[in-house]
């Protein structure tokens, strides 16, 4: 069992957990991930790491309350403990000496976002953060993001709180303006990770993805977490979470993703008549 020792409010639907899980935090670098089960007949749910801390021994996971299994997470509280922490999954992200790397997260994405930034930061690069909400009360982490960064933009989507519009219009006035950058590293909606993708292929900027696809096993033996890169099949928590954004096949990526959403939300309504919720 894996006690929660810290539960926040983020936003609308968007929950922090800090999780005591020792044998994560042994061996956890940035880009890992974990698993979670939150019941015996629950599913499993791959849940990216937003922080973690060896001395306490704890991760923090940021998540959105979107279906069954997220909302049964986030009615757990303080003291009480997740059934299953299955971690740390997946490679840690390349990290080195690069030069200028454009950090490009949106949504959830943003939290595993900020450890993968704090080491490039460690590393010597120099690190400009490029962070997209829907609106500002969806805002979390922007200071945490600005400690980590050497220049912070921020844009929401209603312009009701930084530049209007999205991270790829952000993304688009440093690439025309002649910026030089060495790396792109994305992560959040598969669709602004593709556009993302698409932008930065012209100028031959080595873009990194983190995709976070439907998981069963978590070891790369069930394959159901299957992508195409590069024409080949790769399955994303064994040989990701990170890959060559020129590479995805992000269309499929996408259609895989929904695949299951009809039956995930009968399975939601169900079950909300079931508890009255």
Known sequence: MFKILRKELLGPEMFLMEVFAPNVTR???PGQFIIVRVSETG???????????????????????????SYLLS?????????????????????????????????????????????????GN???????YRSKEHVFWEERLREA???LLLAT?????GKKGFVTDVLR?????????????????????????????PYSIKTIASLNSIMVCGLGMCGVCRVTVGGKTKFTCADGPDFDAHLVDFDEFMKRLSMYRDEEKLSFELWKKEVGV
């Open 173 to 201: 006035e440093l690439l025309e303006g002649g910026m030089k950058i060495d790396r792109v590293i994305t992560i959040g909606p598969p669709v602004m990770m593709k556009a993302v993708a698409d932008m930065t292929k």
């Open 75 to 123: 009615t757990l509280n303080e003291g009480d403990s997740i059934l299953d922490v299955v971690g740390p999954l997946g490679h840690p992200t390349e990290v080195d000496k690069f030069g200028t790397v454009v950090c490009v997260g949106g949504g959830i994405g943003i939290a595993p976002m900020y450890p993968i930034a704090k080491k490039l930061k460690r590393e």
């Open 157 to 161: 989507n209603d312009g009701s709180y």
């Open 126 to 132: 120099k690190v400009i953060s490029i962070i997209g």
């Open 27 to 29: 061996r956890v670098e």
């Open 43 to 69: 599913e499993r749910i791959p849940l990216s790491i937003g922080d973690f801390d060896r001395e306490r021994q704890t991760v923090v996971i940021v998540f959105q309350r979107v279906g069954k299994t």
């Open 149 to 151: 960064s050497d220049e």
